[in-house]
């Protein structure tokens, strides 16, 4: 019988926490780190404005700001449950986080502002997008997102 309780127990405080939304919070904050580590340094030698390892160098600093503003983008992506306003969020947040970190890390010529913003409003649309459908709330009130075409 204790045993039954603890099994019980155990699984009510599962249900508790909201396991979607940690998820999302966690992806959107590695999300933000390899915007840092990964993709604007990538966009940026691929394009020929310098290479990669230098813009990893430059923008190692802000690695935490963007982790932190990332997962507070990827928790309000999941939370909406919607892919537009997902690619929305995200994509704001990107936009954001890539002008300022390219601004302040790499220079403040236009065209690097535009490959960093726009390598971060992209990765960030796409992440919104995928963030926003798959770690939704399931719906509740029992009717289905499938529509019937018979």
Do not use: C
Request: hydrophobic share 50%.
């Amino acid at each position: 019988m204790t045993r039954m309780l603890d099994e019980s127990a155990v699984l009510n405080f599962l249900k508790r926490i909201r396991l979607r939304s940690v998820g999302a919070t966690i992806l959107g904050g590695f999300a933000g780190l390899s915007l840092t580590t990964s993709i604007i340094p990538t966009a940026m030698s691929y394009l020929g404005i310098t290479d990669s390892f230098s813009a990893r160098f430059a923008l190692a600093g802000y690695a935490v700001y963007s982790v932190m503003a990332w997962s507070v983008g990827g928790w309000a992506a999941q939370k909406i449950g919607d892919r537009g306003f997902g690619a929305l969020i995200l994509g704001l947040v990107g936009a954001v986080s890539g002008l300022v970190f390219t601004g302040l890390g790499l220079g403040t010529h236009a065209i690097v502002l535009l490959i960093g913003g726009g390598a971060a409003l992209l990765y960030g649309a796409i992440g919104g997008m995928l963030i926003a459908d798959a770690l939704r709330e399931p719906d509740r009130s029992g009717r289905s997102d499938k529509t019937d075409r018979d």
